[in-house]
């Protein structure tokens, strides 16, 4: 059975700090990978995906993501944190996309 | 704006009573997914559907739980009975079926709350 997880289910930046947030998975077939975002109150946004086009997958909002096969991960990273950026992260993994498993989440809190 | 919407975005509800739930998917998505969200979790599989044909419904959490999607366009979801344990957010989501993966696209969700 596919899974993920979150490492860390709170992180705090400055405001113009870089924000990585971890996720490994683990999948018995290539998986596909997903980051979406959540603010209060509302429903998950997808923020970027790998579908095994190219590793180094970017998206909205100037985040990207990393899949490396050899250490199982996923890491969502941001150069540079912005307060709007403020909201719980979601990682998730699907490899026939009727059963995507997602994780539990980060927080993430951007100090001015 | 033509995506997921739900209906209604918070219920309040009695103990035993039965609750349902709508969604309208994105016009041209011919897959629906009913989630469950607890406080501080991942959104939790439930059932999906590929037009009509509801082609999942074992992670659908007990007997109590039901969903429909009579024409393929919308969908409800059926509590009945409910239990405190119920509150929770359900979530929708729709997609365009495709060769490969297809990209879910999340709804609002709906706020339920048993007393």
């Known amino acids: 059975a596919q899974s993920v997880t979150q490492l860390g289910s709170h992180v705090s930046v400055s405001e113009g700090a870089l924000v990585l947030l971890r996720c490994n998975y683990s999948s018995s077939v290539p998986p596909y990978l997903f980051w979406y975002v959540q603010y209060p109150n509302q429903g998950l946004q997808l923020l970027l995906k790998?579908?095994?086009?190219?590793?180094l997958v970017k998206g909205i909002n100037g985040f990207e993501a990393e899949f490396k096969k050899s250490e199982t991960s996923f890491h969502l990273t941001k150069p540079s944190a912005h307060m709007s950026d403020a909201a719980e992260y979601f990682c998730a993994v699907s490899h026939n996309n009727n059963d995507m498993r997602f994780g539990a989440g980060t927080r993430l809190t951007v100090k001015p | 704006d033509t995506g997921v919407s739900q209906d209604p975005r918070h219920k309040i509800t009695k103990r035993g009573q039965n609750v349902t739930f709508r969604c309208d998917p994105i016009s041209e998505h011919n897959r629906l997914y009913w989630y469950r969200q607890t406080l501080g979790q991942g959104p939790e599989f439930l059932t999906y559907f590929q037009n009509e044909a509801q082609l999942e419904k074992s992670r659908l959490l007990s007997d109590r739980f039901s969903a429909e999607r009579p024409k393929g366009s919308f969908s409800t979801l059926e509590i009945q009975r409910t239990e405190q344990g119920d509150s929770a957010m359900y979530l929708c989501a729709s997609s365009l079926a495709l060769a490969g993966t297809d990209t879910q696209y999340f709804g609002p969700g709906t706020r339920l709350t048993v007393l």
């Open positions: 790998y579908t095994s086009a190219a590793t």
